[in-house]
């Protein structure tokens, strides 16, 4: 009896959670300028839906709904690093609908396509190349597979309840509370040298700092400390007559943040040294090898299978080579139509080159989320090099607006296909290690991309109409700001901050030199990202991180069987730990719920006239703060007795 994989409520399960997902992390990317995988919380959801609710659900049904899901939230990084530069360059005056969605679907469909060739050398535990295996774990996916193993879910219980807790919680600080505090701190007696210190009420940034864990955390909080107590010192004399906060925030938009844009620029060339030691590893032959095979159909046949002793053969096939192949030419068409609006009689070149492009930056997406995982994967460097070599191709034949405009979009596109590639090789991987499907699970994220991409420009509008994107907003877009900036540079003369260029790169270059012979590795790009953000930004982020770090090494609570630290509390104890149980997934539940709390409290603003609160108690803010971070402390496990 065969185990049931691909079902209609598998589906709308995985497309229900691909849209939610998706819409979270848009919010969450354009606020911190950093996203996180849904994987894990998508199988958990869909196990307790299908086993608890539905009293039904096979482990390859879960597979599939985390599948979709993550699909469809994979494409928020590649969407949001790009698109809203349109309307921060002043571009476009609303997010266009059709101009995103087609941006979004075409880069989403071309991370699954082009990622077909390599998922037998990079991620089939069956098939994989004897080399690469001990590098390529995929820490992600690998998770994501014992989880579903398991098959604990009871575990929804955190992810809910840390839903349920960051929407209220964003309500709070939104609407009664001050969601922030700061200090401008004087360093020196005349005033005119000052540094900043703040802190944002934010638990999905907390969240993600508990997930990411303390390195990278510690890295991007370096990285504001860096820009706003040495930068802003040295280089930004205020006036102690006037209000401080405001001159600290103009030095900041105009100069401090373009030293992160400088870092950034090595940490993209650390980027590039990576990805040639993976085309390296991964030879040119072998690649024309296996691009050869995905035009004619040898990578999925049925006699390859049964030479190669796999043992069950639809384990290892892949989608039929004719759907690829039709597939292809759909999604080149729907790009090239694109292209043809915004670059005339170069659009046939600018398809030429997302095609050409995106085939390498997919395989190298797919071998550095095997190396390091999709949260440390560095998606904004690869962009920001797709960016610019875009830009030099296009500077000759196109200005103004029409050169900004098809730079960003033609980026956009191959920045959506290697986060999508990205997030699916983890997907992939998962499904190899239980005995899933590879083609129902690449149809699957190929319908989780087509039900998803529609939805990214309508939430971009939605948040950009009650909170702001960019300077001038709530929602700053680190990623998408600095890619306006540049490309309005390229195509305008317009001025660039060179200064503050040169001093970021300098110490990018004192990094890479460091991580090149230094004994303890900095990863850059975490330590540009946190230059480029508010330091009230990166101070939450720094918080998960330690949360993380004292959870680990005092997560053994005393009314825990030390044989078996998953027993239930003694009775008469109140067992906190089944709604609060496992701190990671309710991080990820307060990512979701913030996020989708901030959503929902636009669509109040927008349309039942609304708004939020401009005065309350900052301190009654960080205590709720406190509060809803207690879940993520060994608190819950180790002092939860009492009935």
């Not at 997930?211 to 990278?216: D, Q």
């Not at 998962?430 to 990214?456: D, M």
Request: with cysteine; proline share 5%; charged share 10%.
């Amino acid at each position: 009896m065969k185990t049931r994989e691909f079902t209609v409520r598998a589906v709308l399960l995985g497309l229900l959670l691909s849209v939610v997902l998706g819409a979270a992390n848009t919010y969450l990317g354009l606020y911190a300028g950093l996203t996180v995988s849904a994987s894990i919380p998508a199988a958990v959801i869909s196990m307790f839906l299908l086993r608890k609710v539905l009293r039904s659900g096979s482990i390859l049904e879960n597979n599939i709904v985390q599948s979709m899901a993550s699909a469809g939230e994979s494409l928020a990084a590649g969407v949001i690093f790009t698109v809203p530069a349109l309307i921060i360059s002043r571009n476009w005056h609303d997010f266009q609908f059709w101009p995103t969605t087609l941006v979004a679907f075409s880069g989403g469909m071309l991370g699954i396509l082009f990622l077909i060739p390599f998922r037998k050398p990079f991620i089939s535990t069956e098939q994989q190349n004897a080399e690469l295996k001990q590098d390529l774990i995929y820490p992600e996916g690998e998770a994501c597979a014992v989880v579903l193993r398991t098959g604990d879910s009871g575990q929804a219980g955190s992810i809910f309840s840390g839903m349920s807790l960051g929407i209220i919680f964003k309500f709070l600080t939104s609407l009664l509370v001050k969601a922030s505090m700061y200090s401008v701190i004087p360093l020196s007696s005349s005033g005119r040298r000052v540094g900043y210190l703040g802190l944002d009420f934010s638990a999905a940034l907390a969240g993600v700092g508990f997930i990411v864990g303390l390195r990278i955390a510690a890295m991007v909080f370096l990285g504001g400390i860096i820009t706003w107590m040495i930068i802003l010192p040295l280089f930004g004399p205020i006036n102690p007559v006037t209000s401080m906060e405001p001159q600290v925030f103009s030095f900041w938009s105009s100069q401090g943040r373009f030293a992160g844009v400088g870092a950034m620029l090595i940490g993209t060339v650390e980027s590039l040294l990576l990805a040639s030691s993976v085309l390296q590893t991964f030879s040119l032959k072998s690649l024309k090898a296996k691009i050869k095979d995905l035009f004619a159909g040898k990578f999925q046949t049925r006699s390859e299978n049964k030479e190669t002793k796999v043992g069950d053969p639809e384990t290892e096939r892949d989608l039929p080579v004719w759907l690829v192949a039709l597939l292809l030419v759909f999604t080149a068409l729907t790009a090239g139509f694109l292209i043809v609006q915004m670059s005339g009689w170069l659009a046939i070149p600018l398809l030429f080159w997302v095609l050409l492009l995106s085939l390498p930056v997919v395989a190298v997406a797919a071998y550095l989320v095997g190396l390091v995982g999709s949260s440390n994967s560095p998606v904004s460097g690869i962009t920001l090099t797709v960016l610019l070599l875009t830009g030099i191709i296009l500077v000759p034949f196109m200005d103004g607006e029409h050169g900004v405009l098809a730079m960003l979009l033609v980026a956009g596109m191959i920045c959506c296909a290697a986060a999508t590639a990205g997030d699916i090789a983890q997907d992939l991987r998962t499904g190899s290690l239980i005995g899933a499907h590879p083609y129902k699970q690449q149809f699957a994220e190929i319908l989780g991309v087509a039900v998803s991409a529609p939805i990214f420009a309508l939430v971009l509008q939605l948040l950009h109409e009650t909170y702001g994107i960019g300077d001038h907003g709530l929602l700053k877009a680190p990623q998408a700001t600095l890619f306006a900036s540049l490309a309005s540079s390229m195509f305008s003369n317009a001025p660039l901050p060179v200064f503050m260029i040169a001093t970021g790169a300098l110490l990018g270059a004192i990094l890479f030199l460091w991580n090149r012979y230094g004994t303890y590795r900095i990863p850059i790009m975490p330590v540009a990202v946190g230059m480029y953000l508010p330091l009230s930004v990166s101070t939450p982020l720094l918080l998960g991180g330690l949360l993380f770090h004292v959870h680990r090494k005092w997560s053994t609570g005393s009314n825990q069987d030390p044989e078996n630290p998953e027993a239930e509390p003694p009775t008469g104890r109140i067992n906190l730990r089944k709604w609060f149980g496992d701190p990671l997934l309710y991080s990820s539940g307060l990512i979701a719920g913030e996020a989708l709390g901030g959503i929902l409290l636009a669509l109040w603003i927008l349309y039942a006239g609304g708004s939020t609160a401009t005065t309350g108690s900052s301190i009654a803010g960080f205590l709720i703060f406190l509060i809803v971070l207690l879940p993520m402390t060994p608190l819950i496990s180790r002092f939860s007795r009492r009935s």
